[in-house]
């Protein structure tokens, strides 16, 4: 059995190497390092697949996120809304911005924004939600427009982990995760489902206007060398790291479909364990399909993680440590309980889902190169030892 990594990178490269080659060295050949064309001939093949008007690439998703909110216009003291269970990048901009944080619980089953908290939180003060697309199934977009709509609020999406995702409207329609609300953001960081070799970032908007913003925040403000018509930051996607993306966006889907693969052979596996919940998903905001295949498109398994019930989640975590099974726990801490980020404003009865979910939850292998001999032993060592 091939050694198993928690993403098969390497794996990954082997079966689109010549491709990836050859945009590396036409780069190494032209010297065009910087918004050179491979930038843009990337960005237009990004618009056709997320049928958005708009793709601005920039260093990485992080930035993606405060350039998002710099487009928006937020000042200091707004408050924006978001998940407490999720990476610290989307809170951590806020933060940067001087707007004011205010995490919000989550979803026991999708681990997604609960949409009753958010409607809670919201003050006078409230100006956007950022909801987080986590692990790759797409937020209650439905609730989420409405309450936008009704509070006259922003909505900026984390699409980090969720790029590849469609979420489908109570009324059937479809649209690509990012794509939905005021301005969506993802990162190219190596792992993701799209991933660059290096880092990597992108900005969605089908607003012109503030896609004319964003352009100009993304290089120091600039529209014209030398003329800085608004505040901005140096962030850019270099022309390498867009090669290497031009080179797997056409696999995009196929990854996700063997990402689902992979998700529907661990489900299988661990149905009939009672100490396991397998990850829901649901294919629009209130049916929970049942089921995981290529038609049902609304989760692309960024990650696939399971919640652990009896108590031993950090033995099973320590158990497949010395079996050389790689495993993460995202995330042992919650927001509301960082250092960094902590309140008075916050109370623990506020987040029951989120302080239950760092005890239970843990991530297995996930990627496209998952075979079925590998993911045997993975679960039929999690089912011997959690039973």
């Known amino acids: 059995m091939k050694k ?13 190497k010549e491709t990836v080659d050859t945009s590396i060295q036409s780069v190494l050949d032209t010297s065009t ?5 491979l930038v843009k001939d990337f960005q237009k093949d990004l618009e056709d697949y997320l049928e958005v008007k708009h793709v601005i690439p920039c260093a990485n998703g992080t930035d993606a996120l405060q350039i998002a909110m710099m487009g928006l216009g937020l000042q200091p003291g707004d408050e924006v809304i978001t998940a407490d269970f999720t990476f610290a ?13 205010v995490l919000v619980d989550v979803e026991p089953d999708t681990f997604n924004i609960d949409i009753e908290a958010v409607k809670k939180a919201i003050t006078p003060r409230t100006k956007a939600i950022v909801p987080v697309h986590l692990f790759g199934q797409v937020a209650n977009m439905d609730a989420i427009l409405e309450i936008a709509k ?8 984390d699409n980090a982990q969720a790029i590849g995702a469609n979420y489908t409207f109570k009324d059937g329609r479809k649209q690509k995760a990012g794509t939905i609300g005021n301005v969506g953001t993802t990162s190219f960081f190596p792992s993701k489902n799209l991933g660059c070799y290096g880092d990597g970032g992108a900005i ?15 290089n120091h403000g600039m529209y014209t060398r030398y003329y800085h018509d608004v505040v901005g930051v140096n962030s850019r996607l270099d022309s390498i790291q867009a090669g290497v993306l031009k080179a797997k966006l056409p696999h995009l889907d196929s990854y996700c479909n063997a990402r689902r693969n992979a998700a529907r052979f661990y489900n299988n596996a661990f149905a009939n364990n009672p100490n396991i919940i397998t990850p829901t998903t649901k294919s629009n905001a209130t049916k929970n399909c049942g089921q995981i295949c290529e038609v049902c498109d609304c989760h692309v398994f960024h990650q696939y993680t399971l919640q652990i019930t009896n108590g031993k989640r950090d ?7 010395e079996k ?39 991530s297995l292998p996930m990627h496209t190169e998952l075979d079925n001999e590998q993911l045997t032993f993975i679960t039929e060592t999690i089912n011997n030892f959690i039973k």
């Open 315 to 321: 033995e099973l975590h320590q158990h497949l440590l």
């Open 150 to 157: 009704e509070h006259n609020l922003y909505i900026i999406e």
């Open 89 to 101: 990048a989307t809170v951590e901009v806020i933060a940067l911005l001087q707007l004011t944080p």
């Open 4 to 16: 198993i990594q928690m993403v098969d990178l390497q794996g990954q490269y082997q079966q689109i």
């Open 33 to 37: 390092y910087i918004n050179g064309p």
């Open 324 to 362: 050389e099974i790689p495993n993460a726990i995202y995330y042992p801490v919650a927001l509301h309980a960082q250092k960094a980020y902590k309140d008075d404003r916050y109370n623990e009865a506020d987040f029951p889902v989120t302080n239950d979910l760092i005890k239970n939850v843990i």
């Open 204 to 218: 969605f908007t089908n607003d012109d206007e503030l896609a004319h913003t964003i352009r100009g925040i993304v």
